[in-house]
T-cell receptor, first 113, second 116 residues
């Protein structure tokens, strides 16, 4: 079965703290793609990153970083020195040819000033 | 910049009505998608299309149909609206590069639909 689990429903931290959002996936396919999207209060999902199953290199983009580990089927997202503007719902998603695209249930992140 | 435009931000309809949700994208994307978003369930794929007049069912197609007569426009139709179709509906588009979903999707702002 194909599945994406975001076990953290809601996270609340104080500004400038680091925070990690977890994503665990299940797939039988050897070729697949993982995504993170951000949904701010305005409602429009915004693409953050894509990783394919053959590229396990971690990625850093400013305050954002992603840790992809095939051994634990995880694709976690860390925000360093969080800011109020990071408050949003974050979705992890999986695509493989067998599953079409599957989204996790999302993690609502609140950054308190 | 890619723009995906959904015709209504908020919509209120009555049970049994036929409801049309419209989506237009301006980047010549081959793929277009309709999702519904419900609390605790994330986004669930209703239908998608990879070309004009082509459509395929997603995970929850029951009670819905779609139309894609032009490349830029993808319509979601609720044939006979029911209260359990009250939800946020999101349209998305992406390039096609051989696989349907391996490219980032660009989303509209969503339509919050209430069925009374």
């Amino acid at each position: 079965a194909q599945k994406v689990t975001q076990a953290q429903t809601e996270i609340s931290v104080v500004e400038k703290e680091d925070v990690t959002l977890d994503c665990v996936y299940e797939t039988r396919d050897t070729t697949y793609y993982l995504f993170w999207y951000k949904q701010p209060p305005s409602g429009e999902l915004v693409f953050l990153i894509r990783r394919n199953s053959f590229d396990e290199q971690n990625e850093i983009s400013g305050r954002y970083s992603w840790n992809f580990q095939k051994s634990t089927s995880s694709f976690n997202f860390t925000i360093t020195a969080s800011q109020v503007v990071d408050s949003a719902v974050y979705f992890c998603a999986l695509y493989s040819s067998a599953s079409k695209i599957i989204f996790g249930s999302g993690t609502r992140l609140s950054i308190r000033p | 910049d890619v723009k995906v435009t959904q015709s209504s931000r908020y919509l209120v309809k009555r049970t049994g009505e036929k409801v049309f949700l419209e989506c237009v994208q301006d980047m010549d994307h081959e793929n277009m998608f309709w999702y519904r978003q419900d609390p605790g369930l994330g986004l669930r794929l209703i239908y998608f299309s990879y070309d004009v007049k082509m459509k395929e069912k997603g995970d929850i197609p029951e009670g819905y149909s779609v139309s894609r007569e032009k490349k830029e426009r993808f319509s979601l139709i609720l044939e006979s609206a029911s209260t359990n179709q009250t939800s946020m509906y999101l349209c998305a588009s992406s390039y096609m590069t051989g696989l349907l979903g391996n490219q980032p999707q660009h989303f509209g702002d969503g339509t919050r639909l209430s069925i009374l």
